[in-house]
């Protein structure tokens, strides 16, 4: 399986277009979380994602401990995921799902080894995990060699957690999609040639395998 990247926090047209062009499996854009630079505060911001040609690429809505109102927010725009980013129980989620009709992605924020276990509640009612640090802006890391294991157990994941264009080898050893945002940017803005760097060695790697 070759490695696959998600960019996540994208905001501008271009910067999504590029993403898409140089290669990124998943787009992702933060919906309703006022406190973080990425968000996109308004429907019509949304629906403009519409226009866009998404290629082989998929579109993830992130979401932190959501309302029906953002839910209906994001109705009608090709997302291809939600990506809960809370403390969501397991009976919103499957509530989300059946208003939502989409698959689900669960963060799972790791602070400690056990953290990772905590994966196991949500296995019935989600589609794919994010393992991540409980930096949420800011980029922190995480001991990712407690991931080795899942490689067996036979689910989607993806992991987070301060990865770069210099440990992403390291990091390609252990999972098979990685997310990336901060380490993506520049002054709070998505940097264009890091986005081309950093997909350009997703691609490397893949080739040389």
């Known amino acids: 399986m070759p490695l696959e990247a998600k960019i996540c926090g994208l905001k501008k ?26 968000n996109i505060k308004s429907k019509p911001s949304l629906a403009k994602l519409n226009s866009i040609n998404k290629k082989n690429s998929k579109f993830v809505a992130v ?18 995921f939600i990506q809960l ?11 989300i799902k059946k208003i939502c009709n989409i698959k689900i992605i669960k963060t799972i924020k790791i602070k400690e080894k056990n ?3 905590k994966f196991n509640d949500y296995l019935p009612v989600v589609d794919m995990f ?5 930096g949420f802006e800011k980029s922190k890391s995480f001991n990712h060699n407690w991931l080795k ?7 989607a994941w993806m992991m ?38 950093f997909l350009n060695k997703v691609k490397e790697i893949n080739d040389r395998n």
């Open 85 to 95: 980013h809370g403390n969501e129980s397991i009976k919103r989620i499957k509530e």
């Open 160 to 197: 987070a957690g301060n990865i770069g264009v210099d440990n992403l080898e390291k990091v390609a050893k252990i999972t098979k999609i990685v997310d990336v945002s901060g380490n993506l940017e520049t002054n709070k803005s998505k940097d264009k040639k890091k986005i081309i760097n």
């Open 63 to 80: 979401l932190v401990n959501p309302t029906n109102k953002d839910l209906i927010k994001i109705k009608g725009i090709k997302f291809d």
């Open 115 to 117: 953290d990772v276990k």
């Open 149 to 155: 294991h899942l490689s067996k157990r036979g689910f």
């Open 13 to 38: 047209k271009e910067d999504i277009i590029l993403s898409i062009n140089k290669g990124a499996s998943y787009c992702g854009f933060i919906v309703n979380y006022p406190k973080s630079h990425r």
């Open 130 to 134: 994010l393992f991540d640090s409980f």
